[in-house]
């Protein structure tokens, strides 16, 4: 018998940035960015993650997303399993942006599902 490899989750991180971000004075909304690029750097380098690709609409949406939708960036990535899904939305939690953590500024759901194969 042949192991046959898992195939990787596909992963949609979605991204929202909070009233707390935009209640800061502008000399400290630096620190929260480098903050997001660490978080961005930290899910592209775990361990068997693809990122496949991004998507920012912060030019068509100004403001917080209260609701859940729609989000203010996505990250879609090939991820080989739920540690690995949890361990890139844990940045949120384990970043630092000052005394806080990155979540007091940001929050994120990831939706985990299978590659949808369009048809030849």
């Known amino acids: 018998m042949t192991d046959?490899?898992?195939?990787?989750?596909r992963v949609l991180f979605c991204a929202a940035v909070l009233q707390n971000f935009f209640d800061l004075p502008?000399?400290?909304?630096?620190?929260?960015?480098a903050a997001t690029?660490?978080?961005?750097?930290?899910?592209?380098?775990l361990p068997?993650?693809?990122?496949?690709?991004t998507l920012d609409d912060d030019e068509t949406m100004v403001g917080t997303s209260p609701n859940g939708w729609p989000w203010t960036f996505y990250v879609m990535a090939d991820v080989p399993d739920r540690a690995?899904?949890?361990a890139a939305c844990n940045?949120?939690?384990?970043?630092?942006?000052?005394?806080?953590?990155?979540?007091?500024?940001m929050r994120v759901e990831a939706r985990v599902?299978?590659?949808l194969v369009i048809p030849a």
């Open 4 to 9: 046959t490899p898992a195939k990787p989750l």
């Open 26 to 33: 502008a000399t400290e909304i630096g620190k929260v960015w």
């Open 37 to 45: 690029g660490e978080m961005l750097k930290g899910i592209r380098d």
């Open 48 to 53: 068997g993650v693809t990122v496949l690709g």
């Open 84 to 86: 690995t899904v949890v």
């Open 91 to 105: 940045l949120f939690r384990t970043i630092k942006v000052g005394e806080y953590r990155l979540w007091k500024y």
């Open 113 to 115: 599902g299978r590659e």
